[in-house]
């Protein structure tokens, strides 16, 4: 579709954790044309995916919409991986996700739950990214006392 | 513009032509001229922001969209008794000739409020009501005010012996919502609240009407709740028709869509370049975006105060506790569906120190009579909100919670005049003039 561009960055993890000050990673970058207008139901979006701070996990998340509609609430899969073996990671206390604006320096004030699904990934329901610009998503785990993140931008535009 | 975008801009012409006219017989006209040579991406832009689209639904009042419940509900909203004195109603501050705003700084009601009155115009399409969002329903918002001393100073107990006593209101009461529990409903003082906020709710320091309410039985405080929600629901079935589209802005863009000149005048050369400083330079479309010109989120614009010095309003960290909350928002009892869409927004909210001092996005839509604007009526008039955001003179608390991407603009004389023509060219057709008004009785619809 072509009324707008949702170009996906898809960023390494910055660190997080251990009072580590984050550091910018490299970028596998995918740009694709998408609308901003009424998503397609049931049409999963691109893949992304990004190794956290730490390298722990790699987290890949898929918007289960084509396009991210702008100021709606969209669902996403998420699934947390071994880097090395690929197989599934599970050495977490707490998992979450959030979506945040750099330079707005706010977010969706939104706690979006996780739920398990059968084939192993979870799923957010209630995900909203209410302005146009860049976005993040933060996959964050806490394992005790040690937190990692993985970061994944997303740009939505007109 | 380039070739893609005159053609996007075309292709409604150019169907419309082939399906009137056969295969390929007319050359499609060039595209309409415009006062301001739009990009591509402004024209994306600009197509998003029209037309308003349909009232988005509200499934926890499943009276919302009905024609007896709103004609109810209009009653009501005019209806002075439902306040302590017998002399507020809702037109009191939500006035229909001022654009349901009363012109005040700040709000007042039985006492002077603490923000300025925000106009109701088209405000179903709001997912969060009120400057700070503490009600995540018309319905939900349309109760607060009855019980709050500073408004309408009532209670839930006498609202109901209103209704219940008014042989007009209870008969249109009753073939919406069907009979009212009299026998819970008889026998009790007429003034009965619960506690709110910080009230006491028994003890000598409590007042009268919450002790009172406290001594009621379970199916007594169970039957008052559902009249009084059900009154909210009816209050919110009239003000989803408070809704003003088609403004001159709109036929701009329909010329743009249909490639027509003549709709593409609707918006003059001045309110051309005013939109295209509010799509560009201004940005102003960052939080007032879509066709209701308003994110529907909450940001802190570093405004400064009617008190002087630093902000003191938590705004949003507030809102969102209250919401989250009371036993009257999507996910509670008296919702018609509580696991929902709506359930989920306000079961997920976070409460977090970022929404201090966040205010609601508000409409641009129908600006007209509706000054002074922002949340304690701060500016005068529009113009002094442009030159605010041209220069950020008087802001408060930079470098806190406030919005980090707001600059000054550095609007040229010109440039505030061109913006406030396009702000002008927002406002829509006239509403019924039966909606502005107390219904008459027969018009109640029994």
């Known amino acids: 579709m072509r009324n707008s561009l949702v170009t996906m960055l898809a960023l390494s993890a910055l660190g997080c954790g251990s009072g580590e000050v984050p550091a910018a990673g490299d970028a596998g970058v995918t740009e694709r044309i998408s609308a901003g207008s009424a998503p397609a139901e049931e049409t999963r979006g691109e893949t992304l995916e990004a190794r956290s701070s730490g390298g722990a996990f790699l987290a890949r998340v898929t918007p289960l919409v084509d396009p991210i509609p702008m100021n709606e609430a969209f669902s996403v899969s998420l699934t947390l991986t071994d880097p090395e073996t690929g197989t599934p990671f599970t050495d977490y206390d707490e998992v979450s996700i959030d979506a945040r604006m750099p330079a707005h320096k706010h977010g969706m004030l939104r706690d979006v739950g996780l739920t398990p699904q059968d084939d192993g990934s979870m799923r957010a329901d209630g995900l909203l990214l209410h302005m146009y610009g860049h976005w993040e998503f933060h996959v964050d785990i806490r394992k005790g006392a040690r937190f990692e993140r993985a970061q994944i931008s997303v740009r939505l535009q007109y | ?446």
Not at chain 2, 248 to 271: H, I, Q, T
């Open chain 2, 1 to 446: 513009m380039s070739l893609q975008g005159v053609l996007g801009r075309l292709a409604p012409a150019l169907l419309a032509a082939a399906a009137a006219c056969g295969p390929a017989q007319e050359e499609a006209a060039p595209p309409v001229e415009t006062a301001v040579p739009f990009s591509d991406e402004q024209v994306r832009r600009i197509m998003q922001m029209s037309p308003l689209p349909p009232l988005p639904p509200d499934a926890t009042n499943r009276h919302a969209d009905d024609p007896l419940a709103a004609r109810l509900g209009q009653a009501l909203f005019f209806d002075e008794r439902l306040s302590a004195d017998g002399s507020v109603s809702c037109a009191t501050c939500h006035d229909p000739a001022r654009g349901f705003t009363d012109g005040k700084q700040l709000a007042l009601g039985q006492q002077v409020g603490n923000r300025h009155t925000p106009t109701l115009w088209n405000v179903a399409h709001h997912r969060w009501l009120t400057w700070d969002g503490r009600a995540d329903s018309l319905w939900m918002q349309a109760l607060d005010p009855i019980e709050d001393p500073r408004e309408m100073g009532t209670t839930r107990g006498k609202l109901v012996r209103v209704i219940a006593g008014d042989p007009e209101l209870r008969g249109s009461y009753e073939a919406v919502f069907g009979p009212m529990d009299v026998a819970a409903l008889r026998d009790r003082p007429d003034d009965v609240r619960p506690a709110r906020g910080r009230e006491a709710a028994t003890g000598p320091s409590a007042p009268e009407a919450v002790r009172a309410w406290g001594d009621l039985g379970d199916d007594q405080r169970a039957a008052i709740d559902r009249v009084f929600v059900h009154a909210g629901k009816a209050m919110a079935a009239y003000q989803r028709l408070l809704v003003r589209g088609d403004a001159p802005f709109d036929r701009f863009v329909e010329g743009l869509r249909e490639n027509d000149a003549e709709k593409v005048k609707s918006l003059s050369p001045e309110a051309q370049r005013g939109l295209a400083m509010f799509i560009g330079k201004a940005n102003c479309v960052l939080c007032h975006s879509g066709p209701n010109f308003s994110d529907g989120e909450f940001h802190n614009n570093a405004l400064p105060t009617l008190h002087g010095g630093e902000a003191r309003d938590p705004g949003r960290f507030d809102g969102a506790k209250v919401v989250a909350a009371s036993p009257f928002n999507a996910a509670g009892p008296h919702s018609d569906q509580p696991d929902g869409p709506a359930a989920l927004r306000v079961r997920q909210l976070r409460q977090s120190s970022e929404a201090w001092g966040e205010f609601r996005t508000p409409s641009l839509r129908n600006l007209g009579h509706r000054a002074p604007f922002m949340h304690q009526g701060q500016f005068e008039d529009i113009e002094a909100v442009i030159e605010f955001y041209s220069e950020l003179e008087g802001a408060t608390g930079r470098g806190h919670h406030q919005e980090q991407v707001l600059v000054p603009l550095r609007l040229t004389v010109g440039e505030k005049r061109d913006l406030g023509a396009f702000l002008a060219a927002l406002e829509g057709e006239q509403a019924d003039p039966g909606l502005l008004a107390a219904p008459s009785q027969s018009a109640l619809g029994r």
